[in-house]
């Protein structure tokens, strides 16, 4: 069985910075690193893998600088990685890269002899884009059942059974038969770190095997930016808002002013 | 397709690069140079005040979509035990709006079992139609059963705009559906405008923890889908209107979907309900530890509110899981919000900024909380908080 673990190589976003001269993005040094829950993703492969066999086989798109998350899943015990970099795959909406990224698993499976029993790992959301739409979009562009906001998942015979987070209060058990998408969420499992052995096979004497978009016989009408139906129009620092009313004094006076001025507000 | 500087224009003055997510633009001997890390999404295009940046977009034969077929505003309500999820009333607020802006009408769309008696009270929010799809098995959700309704439905009457919750269920159902339809969905919008020159939906989200805001459209194809956090826009004031409701049957069977629900399972219903609340008092890693938190809890008791924190002090373990307000908390806006001890990061920021009256108590006056806060006491809140409940207490005692 083939369990597929998507990749995406994200900036470091708890460590961005805003430059509060020019009100900008500081990005120098700020590195790259694997979105955290596809961590998750590709921990839950392989332990689905010790434990009933099958082969995991990593995927990311971006640019070449991506290699390296994927790298970094050959190093956990990945058995199998893809990069799929292309210039004409940038500028993707979540529409895009759904799109590409089922192209190469419909084509891994193809040049594998068609397996039926397959299962795809997300992670729910990536810390940047952020939009938690990539896995179920996947979902429907290989026309497989989905289950998103994964727990705990446990595969029986040909079903996987999951726990599925829906609010504070309530969790559901949902199964399903695979071939299935499932998006995990954090709480899902701890992600090994990779072995001193593992980090150097993966860098010596493992392949990342890169697919561009003839490779994936991709029509450019539905990559990249051209693919892409949503359009970032504008990128800013969001403003400060408040009235910036320190109060002064001493705390006794600051605390009766506080008073009045929420009593004036009517919320006294 | 590619991005270009024209450095004839170009006047080296790095508005694209504050503007580029990516670093993938650089002012090099004052001209700006595409890097390797760009990621074609056109905001340098925009940022530029010199028109120095081009972009090129080939066309590639997309057939052409008539949006002018595409019309009104559509939110999507999903419900938990029986009652409609407060943010669809939000929504219809905001939706109301919109198709005033846009002179169209505005739909509310149930899919459920038994919500008959319930769409009297649901026509005062400002719809003009409800379109309730009626079926025994959507008394629970079912995520591909959701997504074949709704695809054939929006297929059908071909609205311009569908607005859905970005809860739990919401961003499992719309992204499968847009997929479908092969429609551009925002995700997590905090802003909804119209673009008076085009029409076009200008749909603003915060993307990389918060720290950058982004303005997404979607100017050739319809409909224009948005998912919408929760308390991001306020619940309609209630009036008696006159409202067109369709029911349409469905005949589901548990068959119908792939995936099957085992059990359903309750935790311990939370006692706190951020969402609702009108006054919050939240406490951050200033609070010290967690016995302290008794002083949050005596002012929350003495002004009436509910209790809230930062990240920290759920990781602490002070408060649980559920009272966490902030990006990955709840979204929450009340009239007043105590913040004591919280220095203000933005992934805390984006959770409460909304709120009507923010107070912040914290001993370091460059702590950004105050950037956000109409009343700010700068003071160890050991001090601040007890002279504070006794001073509410008394006018309150005088009130009575
Ligand atoms: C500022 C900004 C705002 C944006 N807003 C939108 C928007 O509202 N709507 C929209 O459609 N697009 C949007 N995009 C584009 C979107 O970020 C990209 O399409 C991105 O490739 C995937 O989206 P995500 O980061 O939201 O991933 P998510 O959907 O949050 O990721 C979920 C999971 O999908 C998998 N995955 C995601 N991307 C990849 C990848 N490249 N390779 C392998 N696996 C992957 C991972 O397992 C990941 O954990 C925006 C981009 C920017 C820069
Ligand atoms: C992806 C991501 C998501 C996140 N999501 C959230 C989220 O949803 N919600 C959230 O809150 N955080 C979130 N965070 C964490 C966030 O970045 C901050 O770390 C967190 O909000 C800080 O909590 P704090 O203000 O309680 O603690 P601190 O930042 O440590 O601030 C403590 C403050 O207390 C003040 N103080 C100390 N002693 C006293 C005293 N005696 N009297 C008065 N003031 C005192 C200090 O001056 C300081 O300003 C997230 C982070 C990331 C990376």
Not at chain 1, 144 to 162: A, F, M, N, R, S
Not at chain 1, 175 to 203: C, Q
Not at chain 2, 236 to 255: C, F, G, L, T
Request: some cysteine; hydrophobic content about 40%; proline content about 4%.
């Amino acid at each position: 069985m083939k369990i597929f673990t998507c990749i995406k190589q994200v900036p470091g976003v708890s460590e961005v910075k805003i430059d509060p001269k020019t009100n900008t993005l500081v990005r120098k040094g700020i590195p790259s690193i694997t979105n955290p829950m596809d961590n998750n993703a590709t921990e839950l492969a392989l332990s689905i893998k010790e434990k009933h066999g099958g082969e995991v086989i990593a995927l990311s798109m971006g640019p070449p600088q991506a290699e390296e998350v994927l790298r970094q899943a050959l190093a956990m015990g990945a058995d199998e990685a893809y990069l799929l970099t292309d210039r004409a795959f940038a500028g993707a909406d979540t529409l895009a890269t759904s799109h590409t990224l089922g192209l190469a698993i419909k084509k891994i499976l193809k040049d594998s002899g068609d397996e039926k029993k397959y299962l795809v790992i997300c992670g729910t959301q990536a810390i940047d884009g952020d939009t938690a739409q990539v896995g179920p979009e996947l979902a429907e562009e290989l026309g497989l059942p989905q289950i998103t906001y994964v727990q705990k998942c446990e595969l029986k015979g040909d079903k996987i059974i999951t726990e599925r987070v829906f609010r504070s209060e309530e969790t559901v058990i949902i199964e399903s038969k695979l071939p299935a998408l499932i998006s995990v969420l954090k709480e899902v499992n701890d992600p090994r770190f990779p072995t001193m052995t593992g980090i150097v096979n993966a860098h010596e004497e493992m392949e990342v095997k890169y697919l561009n978009a003839n490779d994936l016989k991709a029509g450019k009408e539905n990559i990249g930016l051209t693919g892409s139906k949503t359009e970032v129009f504008k990128i800013f620092i969001p403003e400060k808002k408040g009235k910036h009313v320190v109060l002064e004094g001493s705390v006794e006076e600051m605390v009766q002013q506080l008073c009045n001025n929420l009593k004036e507000d009517k919320l006294l | 397709m590619s991005i270009t500087v024209d450095s004839e224009l170009c006047s080296g003055c790095g508005a694209c690069v504050a503007s580029c997510p990516y670093g993938g633009i650089e002012v090099i001997d004052d001209k700006a140079c595409i890097t390797e890390d760009c990621n074609l999404c056109g905001a340098c295009v925009e940022a530029c005040t010199m028109d120095a940046i081009i972009w090129t977009k080939e066309e590639v034969g997309i057939e052409k979509v008539d949006l002018s077929q595409y019309k009104g505003v559509w939110v999507i309500a999903e419900h938990y035990k029986g009652n409609i999820h407060k943010v669809a009333y939000q929504l219809l607020g905001k939706g109301r709006e919109l198709a005033d802006t846009l002179h169209v009408s505005l739909t509310l769309v149930i899919l459920g079992d038994a919500f008959d008696d319930q769409l009297e009270e649901l026509s005062m929010y400002g719809a003009d139609e409800i379109i309730y799809v009626k079926s025994k098995i959507l008394k629970n959700y079912y995520s591909d059963l959701y997504t074949k309704t709704l695809t054939e439905l929006i297929t059908e009457n071909k609205p311009e705009i569908v607005l859905i919750g970005a809860t739990a269920t919401g961003r499992d159902f719309a992204p499968r559906v847009a997929k479908r339809l092969n429609a551009g969905l925002t995700a997590d919008c905090t802003g909804l405008e119209i673009d008076p020159k085009t029409n076009n939906l200008f749909q603003t989200r915060p993307t990389f923890g918060g720290n950058i805001m982004a303005t997404i459209r979607t100017p050739n194809s319809r409909p224009q889908m948005a998912t919408v956090r929760p308390g991001t826009f306020k619940k309609p004031e209630a009036k008696k209107r006159k409202v067109n409701i369709r029911q349409i049957d469905y005949d589901y069977s548990e068959k119908d979907s792939v995936t099957k629900i085992v059990k359903v399972i309750n935790r311990e219903k939370s006692k706190v309900n951020l969402e609702d609340a009108e006054i919050i008092v939240a406490g951050g890693r200033g609070v010290g530890k967690k016995e302290n938190f008794k002083i949050i809890e005596e002012l929350a008791e003495a002004i009436g509110a509910e209790i809230g924190g930062s990240r920290v002090t759920v990781e602490l373990n002070w408060i649980p899981q559920d009272q966490q307000v902030g990006q990955t908390g709840k979204t929450v806006t009340p009239k007043l919000y105590i913040a004591c001890g919280i220095s203000g990061a933005i992934q805390h920021l984006v959770g409460m900024e909304n709120s009507d009256i923010i107070v912040a108590i914290n001993k370091d006056p460059s702590a950004p909380i105050f950037n956000v806060a109409h009343y700010g006491i700068v003071g160890d809140l050991h001090k601040v908080i007890p002279a504070l409940i006794e001073n509410i207490k008394k006018v309150k005692s005088a009130e009575d």
